[in-house]
């Protein structure tokens, strides 16, 4: 069973057998605004950024990069892991003057 439809039979078994009386208005504000964050965006936007990489080849071609930067060295795995971090971490920064306008 997946996993919203189990939080989803919780919660409808807790509002009919807990004995409170919410209002449906209410009922409907909170499970808006519990969905209705900035931070839940992000989630698929992470998802979407990694599908892309993906699709377009870069993080091969970063890996690859990065392999032959140090990939030479004694634990080469390690390294070429967090040069390939550090090059996605670059173009993230690179992104972040864009973050305000956008998330107005």
Same mark, same amino acid.
């Given at each position: &069973?997946?996993?919203? /439809?189990?939080?989803? %039979?919780? $919660?409808?078994?807790? *509002?009919?057998?807990?004995?409170?009386? +919410?209002?449906?208005? +209410?009922? &409907?504000?909170?499970?808006?605004?519990? *969905?209705?964050? /900035?931070?839940?965006?992000?989630?698929?936007? /992470?998802?979407?950024?990694?599908? %892309?990489?993906?699709? @377009?080849?870069?993080?091969?071609?970063? *890996?690859?990069?990065?392999?032959?930067?140090?990939? !030479? +060295?004694?634990?080469? %795995?390690?390294?070429?892991? +967090?040069?390939? $971090? &550090?090059? @996605?971490?670059?173009?993230?920064?690179?992104? !972040?003057?864009?973050?305000?306008?956008?998330?107005?």
């Amino acid at each position: &069973m997946p996993v919203a /439809f189990s939080l989803g %039979l919780a $919660s409808t078994y807790f *509002i009919f057998f807990s004995g409170t009386r +919410i209002p449906p208005l +209410i009922l &409907m504000t909170q499970m808006y605004g519990g *969905i209705d964050s /900035f931070a839940l965006l992000a989630l698929p936007m /992470f998802v979407l950024t990694g599908e %892309l990489l993906n699709r @377009l080849n870069l993080t091969q071609k970063l *890996i690859n990069v990065a392999r032959a930067l140090v990939g !030479w +060295i004694k634990g080469g %795995l390690a390294h070429v892991n +967090i040069v390939t $971090s &550090m090059f @996605l971490l670059v173009f993230l920064v690179q992104c !972040w003057p864009m973050q305000p306008p956008l998330g107005q």
